[in-house]
């Protein structure tokens, strides 16, 4: 309760801080959008993905992009294939006012339902969250990179059945949720 109670205090404080310094609106939309993409990407039906397991690279991605008719937002650069990439993908955001580049590594191509999926993960959720709260959540041990990632995850076991993933891969995400973003008993 407490904890809880020193986390709705520390967001209220950081937007109010963020409306002063001109950040609040961005926050306040950033996470407005968050919201509805995530409604109206369950909203979205089932595709029939292309037969086999997708090629790593970049025609891949960008095929992926369309089929499952992810939208990235104006701030962020288009996903790149990145071969040296041990992780599935990797978002980050240089500075302030610098655009959201996207990552994919090889392993996000065993299936294109995987792909689509870590598509999703990166591009609808992350690439619309608030760098500059979760940092500082982070700074003050609020767990904000978890819970970034434990929404991003989230977004895609909701959103399983759009990619076509199946229950062993929804299964593995679960678990690596519970494996590197537990939350606190």
């Not at 939208?71 to 959201?100: H, M, Y």
């Amino acid at each position: 309760m407490k904890r809880s109670l020193s986390r709705v205090l520390l967001t209220l404080f950081s937007i109010s801080i963020g409306f002063f310094s001109g950040f609040g609106l961005l926050a306040a939309a950033s996470h407005a959008r968050s919201g509805a993409v995530a409604a109206r990407a369950i909203a979205h039906a089932s595709v029939e993905a292309p037969e086999g397991q997708p090629v790593a690279s970049q025609e891949s991605i960008d095929l992926a992009m369309a089929l499952y008719q992810i939208s990235r937002p104006s701030d962020a650069i288009a996903p790149v294939f990145n071969p040296e990439l041990k992780d599935r993908g990797l978002t980050v955001k240089s500075s302030w006012f610098g655009k959201t580049k996207v990552f994919i590594g090889p392993s996000a191509f065993v299936s294109w339902a995987m792909l689509g999926s870590t598509l999703a993960h990166e591009v609808e959720i992350h690439c619309r969250q608030n760098f500059p709260l979760i940092y500082l959540k982070d700074q003050l041990g609020l767990d904000g990179t978890s819970d970034a990632e434990r929404e991003a995850y989230r977004h895609e076991i909701l959103n399983a059945s759009r990619f076509g993933l199946n229950g062993r891969d929804t299964g593995l995400i679960a678990a690596t949720v519970d494996y590197y973003y537990p939350r606190e008993k």
